[in-house]
């Protein structure tokens, strides 16, 4: 079965830090593109970074620019998020999203998410 | 940064009817417009790419179409399981965002 799974989420003071993983499996993760996502309680989604499958080039949303590092390890099968300085307006659920595959697209960046995990959330609060 | 809006916010149709919701961006995005679907407590999941291409396995009843900057996701036959916020998002360019979401209700 094709999945993503995400950890890492919790309780965090304002200024703190936070690591995010998310586990692929059931899939060629070396071979895809991945992003975080997220959404607000009660919100709507929005978009935070994208990593290529070689890790070069990454993309992120201005509003988490120069606090949160998205990296990967294909050895490990793995996706990360680490969040800094985190603010009481990153409270979210956090998500994993594949790229589509390739085959499915003509552009270098796809933007369009396929396979989601089932989310972590994070919680930034005095 | 493109915008995304959707209309309407919300709507109750009943089981059968014909539903369909619209999707207007800031600008032109040729047709890199996304549907998502999502359930209360689920992450979302992708329904249509590229205006009107059907995901794999997703019921027929959903199509999208449009161009430019107007867009619709039309539920030709609703189902119970329909039931869900609809998302769209512009894969055009970074940031990719997204609209702010249509809840779908059934009477």
Redesign the interface.
Same mark, same amino acid.
Do not use: C, H, M, R
């Given at each position: 079965e094709v999945q993503l799974v995400e950890s890492g989420g919790g309780f965090v003071q304002p200024g703190g830090s936070l690591r995010l993983s998310c586990a692929a499996s059931g899939f060629t993760f070396s071979t895809y593109s991945i992003n975080w996502?997220r959404q607000a309680p009660g919100k709507?989604?929005?978009?935070l970074s994208?990593i290529s499958d070689s890790s070069s080039p990454i993309?992120y949303?201005?509003s988490v620019k120069g606090r949160f590092t998205i990296s990967r390890d294909n050895a490990k099968n793995s996706l990360y998020l680490q969040m800094n300085s985190l603010r009481a307006e990153d409270t979210a659920v956090y998500?994993c999203?594949r790229d589509?595959p390739k085959r499915?697209?003509t552009?270098p960046?796809?933007?369009?998410?396929?396979i989601?995990?089932?989310?972590t959330m994070v919680t930034v609060s005095s | 940064d493109i915008q995304m809006t959707q209309s309407p916010s919300s709507l109750s149709a009943s089981v059968g009817d014909r539903v369909t919701i619209t999707c207007r961006a800031s600008q032109s995005i040729d047709t890199?417009l996304?549907w +998502?679907q /999502?359930k209360p407590g689920?992450? #979302?999941?992708?329904l249509m790419?590229?205006a009107s291409?059907l995901?794999s396995g997703v019921p027929s009843r959903f199509s999208g179409s449009g161009s430019g900057t107007d867009f619709t996701l039309t539920i030709s036959s609703l189902q119970p399981e329909d039931s869900a916020t609809y +998302?769209c /998002?512009?894969?055009?360019s970074? #940031?990719?965002?997204?609209?702010?979401?249509t809840k779908v209700e059934i009477k």
């Open positions: 996502v709507g989604l929005e978009w994208y993309y949303a201005d998500y999203a589509i499915l697209y552009v960046l796809s933007g369009t998410f396929d989601w995990g089932q989310g | 890199y996304n +998502y /999502q689920k992450a #979302p999941k992708l790419y590229i291409s995901q +998302y /998002q512009q894969s055009y970074t #940031p990719w965002t997204f609209g702010q979401g």
